[in-house]
């Protein structure tokens, strides 16, 4: 039998309308009233009361009716459970959810509302688009807004920071507050991130009012955990290191054949903070204290990330993967190249995995997922990034259409881009020197600046300090050994001191 989705409505005990949808009316009705949902909005807003639903035999139109009715106002959502109310008397009737009792009330007329309304869309009236985070990322995302109509709105702690000054409005906010985000997104018409340390449960409000997020709430909620993650990976047979659930450094000892081992901290950790390497008995007290992942150590051959790009539709977009290449003195990574020199078979496997995880999580949007390319030539998934990725930066250069110009399309709901390179290319990361921190200045920046196929990106940082992203350099060249070469020479060159 053909799946079929529903699409209902709940009403909770502060009055306001939920908005969702599901493959499974009565277990989801039931997660809401038990507070087990993985949507938390309705947890603080029991009990509440299935007010409306209707089926829709497709998911992508399951997804465009969600989003047509939590576009609408109360009043309009009111009057459509008014109407219907009587298809509510055959959930007592039947356990067993037969999807030929449920008919659609208006489904061909919904549809047709829908391609009204995208039709009647003006591309010349700007949309009012929001970014949580006002870092570097959010600074190139804005510099590819300059190409559409489009408002952008900034909510960030610093007023200094990188993309304070180009966005349209900057409004000083703590991210992860739940009143400061619902504050700044209520009047906004989509709202997207640059870091996945956001106040989930305000956009999850947002979304049940109209708002649209990139990507959804549900899928931001899933990676912003390490633990959820792997849960994640596992229940959907995406690949991925074997791994332990810790609760505190204690727990290890009770593991020790699992070692050697990467703890990994449950939330927060970034840029390799909240990472310890476990390899044997006597390292446990790096462990961390707090809800972990234990994950096998494993033998890595190459390091690459795959950029998916997924729109409303579900139509799909792979950028060609990029290969981290690491100092092996220091296990720091030197720089990157792109595409990865890898056998087709495992960049089509590379590839074919990222798809399936980005699918999985039923969310438009841009995802970078780092995979590990073992010495069996196994591929595993390490982990996945919701948002734009330090891994495709090249692609502002370096390929037809940029991860930075690829969201704003899927935002703006325009056809996916063209995610073919132009040339082979290298990143070389700026960083902070050691032992230096305080005002930035920059050594050997007119010497790179010089050289041909180079491009400098400055991340607008005034201070610096040991280790810190304050920029990037791009090079692109058909030959993979200029492009090995250039960036030891420019890791050389360009220094940032204080």
């Given at each position: 039998m053909q799946e079929h989705y529903f699409v209902y409505i709940l009403l909770c005990n502060d009055q306001s309308y939920y908005v969702g949808i599901t493959n499974e009316l009565l277990k989801c009705f039931q997660e809401h009233l038990a507070g087990t949902h993985i949507i938390s909005y309705t947890f603080s807003r029991r009990p509440v009361r299935l007010m409306y639903y209707e089926t829709i035999p497709f998911f992508e139109e399951a997804i465009k009716r969600e989003k047509q009715i939590k576009g609408w106002s109360r009043a309009k959502k009111k009057a459509l459970i008014e109407q219907n109310f009587h298809k509510l008397q055959l959930l007592s009737q039947c356990q067993n959810m037969s999807h030929h009792k449920y008919k659609d009330f208006d489904f061909a007329q919904s549809q047709n509302e829908i391609k009204n309304s995208e039709q009647k869309r003006n591309p010349s009236t700007p949309l009012r688009v929001g970014i949580l985070g006002g870092g570097q990322l959010g600074r190139m995302l804005l510099q590819a807004s300059a190409n559409y109509a489009v408002k952008t709105f900034v909510l960030?702690?610093?007023?200094?920071?990188?993309?304070?000054?180009?966005?349209?409005?900057?409004?000083?906010?703590?991210?992860?507050?739940?009143?400061?985000?619902?504050?700044?997104?209520?009047?906004?018409?989509a709202i997207t991130i640059e870091i996945e340390a956001v106040n989930i449960e305000a956009l999850e409000k947002l979304e049940g009012e109209g708002v649209k997020i990139f990507p959804r709430p549900s899928a931001i909620r899933i990676i912003k955990n390490k633990i959820t993650q792997k849960e994640f990976y596992k229940q959907h047979q995406i690949p991925s290191a074997e791994f332990i659930i810790t609760q505190n450094s204690n727990d290890i000892k009770e593991h020790l054949s699992f070692l050697p081992a990467v703890h990994k901290i449950g939330e927060g950790g970034y840029d390799g903070k909240g990472v310890q390497m476990i390899q044997i008995e006597a390292d446990i007290h790096k462990g961390f204290n707090v809800l972990s992942v234990l994950e096998k150590k494993i033998i890595i051959q190459k390091e690459i990330a795959v950029i998916v790009a997924m729109n409303e539709k579900g139509e799909t977009a792979v950028y060609p993967s990029a290969e981290m290449v690491f100092a092996p003195e220091l296990n720091l990574l030197d720089y990157q190249i792109s595409p990865a020199r890898m056998p087709e078979q495992l960049i089509w496997k590379a590839e074919a995995i990222a798809l399936k995880l980005v699918k999985a999580l039923h969310s438009a949007g841009l995802f970078a997922v780092e995979l590990f390319i073992t010495k069996n030539n196994d591929v595993l998934v390490n982990e996945t990034a919701p948002r734009v990725h330090n891994s495709g930066h090249h692609t502002i250069e370096a390929n037809y259409c940029s991860q930075f110009d690829m969201l704003w399309r899927i935002i703006l709901g325009y056809p996916l881009g063209n995610t073919a390179p132009i040339l082979p290319s290298s990143i070389v990361n700026i960083l902070g020197a050691e032992e230096n921190a305080g005002e930035a200045k920059y050594k050997g920046l007119e010497e790179v600046l010089k050289m041909e196929n180079v491009f400098v990106h400055l991340y607008g940082k005034t201070e610096t300090r040991p280790g810190r992203k304050m920029g990037h350099v791009t090079i692109i060249s058909k030959d993979v050994h200029e492009l090995a070469s250039k960036a030891h020479k420019i890791k050389n060159m360009l220094k940032v001191v204080s």
């Open positions: 960030e702690n610093d007023e200094n920071c990188p993309a304070a000054h180009l966005c349209y409005h900057f409004i000083k906010g703590d991210i992860r507050d739940f009143e400061t985000v619902y504050e700044f997104g209520k009047n906004l018409d």
